[in-house]
């Protein structure tokens, strides 16, 4: 049981670029979500999705694409970097309802030059 | 929208002494749910305690407990006797019952010193 699992762990990236984080969890959790961590500033919900083909915005979403076509798997997608996408990225899995906890993956930091 | 305020942007608490972590939130909802998360210098985010609104006897995991005020909305971390591991960043988290958006305050960065 691996729990959360993000690819890549660090990543650097050029403005303009594109690319995914990838997300995955093996608990059949239908609850999952995308934070980003900041200094000073906690983590923001950028996307959240509460089962298959289905997804909503955050607190932070704009610059962010996501969707949910299996259980498993939620990726997150950057399509023009920039710099002030900056930030560590985490994504969180857990049963559908308020009162759960969530479970956090170990956390991508990315840095956009 | 729910706010969340942590006020203590840092602490520091001697080995085996007991240290106080604050947080207050703002929401107009009446059911709602309350957390505490760790996040050690590993950067892994771990629960530690969660609160729900419509109890009124306080949470308690081992050594940590909460002081949970909702007409104040307040939501305060005791941890005793505390440890070397416990040095982490502290995150008060909120939730409301009509909803899944998971709102985190800024932060209290803890220093355990030996």
């Known amino acids: 049981n691996a729990g959360v699992t993000q690819t890549p762990k660090f990543q650097v990236l050029k403005t303009g670029q594109s690319m995914t984080l990838q997300c995955a969890q093996d608990m059949n959790h239908e609850y999952m979500s995308w934070y980003r961590q900041d200094p000073g500033m906690g983590l923001r919900l950028i996307h959240y999705s509460v089962g298959a083909g289905i997804t909503d915005q955050g607190e932070v979403p704009n610059g962010y694409n996501v969707s949910r076509s299996t259980t498993e798997d939620f990726p997150l997608r950057l399509l023009s970097a920039a710099p002030s996408q900056t930030s560590v990225y985490f994504c969180?899995?857990?049963?559908?309802?308020?009162?759960?906890?969530?479970?956090f993956g170990p956390g991508t930091r990315l840095t956009v030059t | 929208a729910q706010t969340v305020t942590q006020s203590q942007p840092e602490m520091s608490v001697q080995e085996a002494e007991t240290v106080t972590l604050s947080c207050t939130y703002d929401t107009s909802e009446n059911n709602y749910y309350l957390f505490w998360y760790k996040q050690p210098p590993s950067r892994q985010m771990i629960l530690v305690i969660r609160q729900e609104a419509y109890k009124q006897q306080n949470a308690t995991e081992n050594r940590f407990s909460v002081n949970f005020q909702k007409a104040a909305k307040s939501f305060s971390l005791k941890i005793s006797d505390s440890q070397l591991g416990d040095t982490a960043m502290y995150f008060c988290a909120f939730i409301g019952g009509s909803n899944y958006k998971l709102t985190f305050g800024k932060g209290t960065l803890l220093t355990v010193n030996p």
């Open positions: 969180a899995s857990s049963p559908v309802g308020p009162n759960y906890e969530q479970y």
